[in-house]
């Protein structure tokens, strides 16, 4: 019904750049907030960023002052541009939106499939 997908993910040097974009499309009525969560080998998921549909956002202690989220709610598209990126930023990143299928409806959170981000020290 709904597929997320991401993409901008690639090999860096530390001290790099990345911009990761992520588009949501199929049966969508709004979207209510999206994000941005990373999971590196031998470790659990954890948040990254989100932002909610009037451009609310909120970061991870280690994404504070160096990753910016942001949406194109006309797109159903989130951005995370990551700056000064170091090795421990090496992970699979992933998006996640929670969103409605019809005006009331019931809240469904989809995932994307994921992009890998490597950072080279």
């Known amino acids: 019904q709904v597929q997320l997908v991401e993409s901008g993910g690639g090999l860096v040097q530390a001290g790099g750049s990345l911009r990761l974009s992520c588009a949501a499309s199929?049966?969508?009525?709004?979207?209510?907030?999206m994000g941005w969560y990373r999971q590196a080998p031998g470790k659990q998921r954890e948040l990254v960023a989100t932002i909610t549909s009037s451009g609310s956002t909120n970061y991870a202690d280690s994404a504070k002052g160096r990753f910016t989220i942001s949406r194109d709610n006309a797109k159903n598209t989130v951005y995370l541009q990551m700056n000064y990126l170091k090795p421990e930023d090496t992970a699979v990143y992933y998006c996640d939106a929670r969103l409605s299928h019809s005006p009331g409806g019931y809240e469904y959170r989809y995932w994307g499939q994921g992009t890998q981000v490597t950072v080279s020290s």
């Open positions: 199929g049966r969508i009525f709004s979207i209510n907030a």
